[in-house]
């Protein structure tokens, strides 16, 4: 027997592929119908190898063979995207690059602000990044260090294209800088335009662009177009589409996804109006974190680290049959497997779940600042305002299939600083069951709608009227 599937998408990671199968996407019964999985297959040579096998994998859960009209595909493979920023200033236009780039997906290997150095043009090379987004002066504004800058990377040893968002004013210069030297240069709206004005948006869709150019000739990677339709988006940022989708339907919410190396937290989410007056720089309305150092497996001895005395006892107390001394807690984590095999390896790796996902919360959250001046004590705010949202996503193994999930993000939210503009206690807590946030922010670029609906299926939540 043969099932005609709409669209099948991929997600194609550094370990493992994914595929999802999606029917009847054109009219109101829209269908999630499997997913399954299997090795990639990059260092092997050719991608079809571990798409074409967790195809295989689908097609024996379903009991039928899958043909399709649409291949569509998210990727973080071979690395995922590298990128560097650089910038005029830190807390400025450098921000507004960095934020534009872990928006679109991307992971951020080198930031720096002002004149580069050649000691940063070797750290630099050192990187390799796919791409590079050069920003820097706000339009009519200081021009000097975006063509100094530019000038550097037209001769540094890189053959990466290069994403121009700064002043306005240098565009035709720097245009003309890359074309004598044949490098390719893209040129977007400046990132920040004016003084607390952020614009990444342009900047986020050109980084998409180029990123599916990159994706399409890593190794491995090269006979990926002949399978995909349409374009190949990194996989965070399909999330961030999925995130985007949901806000423009229900309101402003937050994503946060724990896996075994990375903690990535997506907020798509208007500033309130008890902090939003007290902010002393712009948020973009979408925003991106990603922290290496936070996950249940690879990182799991750094959260231990990160977790403070408080957070050792936490976990400590969780844990039936472990005493509370130090040593006892080190070697528990040590010989914690990828995935748990008993019950108290189980609530061991949900307790490091939860400190990994309040530390990212904490991280990607703003705070309230107590400054002292001639005028007396002021309270101004810095950072991205999460104490408005109405709806908190898990996604990802660690914080959706482990026991007691919503007891456990609900413990998040309790012990989070009293200083963090973090999400309210008694938010809404959905879980991405199905893991599908990055195959419908995938979808959502053709069928939004279709996306919008299998979402929120996946999300146990009743589709407003």
Not at 265 to 273: A, K, L, M
Request: aromatic share 4%; glycine share 10%; with cysteine.
């Amino acid at each position: 027997m043969t099932v005609h599937l709409d669209a099948l998408v991929a997600e194609i990671g550094s370990t493992i592929t994914s595929v999802s199968a999606f029917h009847r996407l054109e009219d109101a019964s829209q269908e999630f119908l499997g997913q399954d999985s299997a090795a990639t297959s990059v260092l092997e040579g050719d991608v079809r190898i571990g798409l074409e096998s967790a195809v295989a994998d689908l097609e024996a859960t379903l009991g039928k063979k899958v043909e399709y009209d649409n291949f569509l595909a998210a990727s973080s493979a071979a690395g995922g995207l590298r990128m560097s920023v650089h910038g005029l200033v830190k807390d400025m236009t450098a921000r507004a690059a960095r934020e534009a780039a872990l928006g679109a997906g991307a992971n951020v290997h080198l930031m720096t602000a002002g004149r580069m150095r050649t000691s940063d043009i070797d750290a630099l090379v050192n990187v390799d990044p796919n791409i590079i987004l050069l920003a820097g002066g706000t339009d009519y504004g200081e021009r000097d260090t975006a063509l100094h800058n530019a000038r550097l990377l037209v001769a540094a040893p890189l053959s990466c294209p290069v994403i121009y968002a700064g002043n306005i004013q240098n565009r035709e210069e720097v245009a003309r800088l890359f074309e004598s030297a044949g490098r390719r240069l893209y040129v977007v709206d400046n990132v920040y335009p004016g003084i607390d004005e952020l614009d990444v948006e342009p900047a986020r869709r050109i980084i998409q662009n180029v990123f599916e150019e990159h994706i399409s000739h890593a190794p491995g990677m090269e006979r990926i177009r002949e399978m995909v339709d349409g374009t190949i988006i990194p996989t965070p940022g399909a999330v961030m589409e999925a995130a985007k989708l949901l806000r423009s339907r229900l309101g402003d919410l937050c994503a946060v996804d724990v896996g075994g190396a990375t903690t990535d937290v997506h907020t798509v989410c208007e500033d309130s109006e008890e902090y939003g007056r007290l902010l002393t720089s712009p948020e973009p309305l979408a925003k991106r974190t990603v922290e290496g150092d936070l996950g249940t497996y690879v990182s799991r001895m750094s959260v231990l680290n990160a977790v403070g005395d408080a957070g050792a006892r936490r976990i400590a107390d969780k844990l039936s049959g472990i005493g509370p001394t130090e040593e006892e807690l080190i070697r528990a984590v040590e010989h914690l497997p990828p995935i748990p095999r008993t019950p108290t390896e189980a609530v061991l790796a949900g307790a490091l779940a939860e400190e990994a996902a309040r530390i990212a919360l904490e991280r990607h959250s703003g705070r309230i600042r107590t400054l002292y001046g001639p005028g007396g004590k002021v309270r101004t705010a810095e950072g991205k305002d999460l104490t408005g949202i109405g709806l908190l996503i898990a996604t990802g193994g660690a914080l959706v299939r482990l026991p007691d999930r919503t007891g456990r993000l609900r413990r998040v939210l309790s012990v989070m600083r009293k200083d963090v503009l973090s999400p309210p206690a008694q938010v809404d807590i959905a879980f991405d069951d199905d893991y599908l946030m990055s195959a419908c922010g995938v979808l959502s670029k053709k069928w939004p709608d279709a996306a919008f609906t299998i979402l929120m299926k996946s999300l146990g939540i009743e589709a407003p009227l």
